[in-house]
């Protein structure tokens, strides 16, 4: 089944602008009638590939590789290999990651912790000065003390 630009576009839910980049790139290769662009199966698999690659967090150069292996020696073994190495990279990438976002969790924690200590202390330390036990007012506060 062919389709244009627009109708792959729409199909998909890219642009008009991706589709050309992936062109320009050589990752489609839409016939030409014309002025038109024509899509056939061939590129529809083909791009269904860069956006399950996309998806996975892979640049567009290694989904290049990986896709063009496929007509390419070392062919489709030489190609799932590939993949296999480049799953391998992203897995430890994401498991870099994933420590990076627990230590930082882990901080937002310890601050947070301090952050309601110090509150806690100021406001048992407030003593109204005002009436009816208001305090000193708004924009009246008394500045925390200094860590040193």
Do not use: W
């Not at 199909?11 to 014309?34: F, K, M, N, S, W």
């Not at 806690?120 to 506060?141: E, F, K």
């Amino acid at each position: 089944m062919s389709a244009t630009i627009r109708q792959l576009a729409e199909e998909y839910g890219v642009t008009l602008r991706t589709l050309r980049h992936y062109e320009e790139l050589g990752l489609l290769a839409p016939q030409r009638v014309g002025v038109a662009r024509v899509y056939h199966q061939r590129d529809r698999v083909r791009l269904e590939l860069i956006l399950r690659g996309k998806r996975l967090g892979f640049s567009l150069p290694e989904i290049r590789t990986i896709v063009n292996m496929y007509d390419e020696q070392p062919g489709e073994a030489g190609q799932l290999q590939y993949l296999l190495d480049q799953i391998e990279v992203r897995r430890a990438e994401l498991a870099r990651l994933r420590r990076d976002i627990d230590d930082t969790s882990a901080e937002l924690d310890r601050v947070e912790a301090r952050c309601r200590e110090d509150l806690a202390a100021l406001s048992g330390a407030a003593r109204p000065t005002g009436p009816a036990g208001r305090g000193r007012g708004p924009g009246r506060r008394t500045p925390p003390a200094r860590r040193g």
